[in-house]
């Protein structure tokens, strides 16, 4: 899914309020937590993810192998912070600026 400037502006506005759901640590990315991370983009539609300092992938790197896996759009990374944003199947509560 490709966001326009205004949409991805929009989201990143709805994740300054949000706290990060998941960290991601020295395991980096299991199975388990790719499967998590796809049921909480469900429910949520935007999630925020932190990289702890014990993890040795680059956050851009796991942004985007996340967004892949998952089927969702990587809204910004900052630092060792990554939000993700997927819409919902049924019943999305998140409605993009056109």
């Given amino acids: 899914m490709n966001l326009t400037s205004k949409q991805r502006a929009y989201l990143k506005s709805l994740a300054n ?9 020295k395991a980096s990315l299991t199975p ?3 499967s998590a991370v796809d049921e909480a983009l469900e429910k949520r539609e935007l999630i925020k ?16 192998t996340l967004a892949e896996r998952s089927n969702a759009t990587v809204v ?15 019943n999305p509560n998140i409605h993009l600026p056109t």
């Fill in 17 to 25: 309020n949000i706290a990060p759901i998941f960290q991601i640590g």
């Fill in 32 to 34: 388990e937590m790719v």
């Fill in 49 to 64: 993810l932190s990289v702890l300092k014990n993890c040795f992938d680059q956050p851009n790197e796991l942004a985007n």
């Fill in 76 to 90: 910004h990374v900052i630092g060792k912070k990554i939000v993700l944003y997927r819409p919902a199947k049924k």
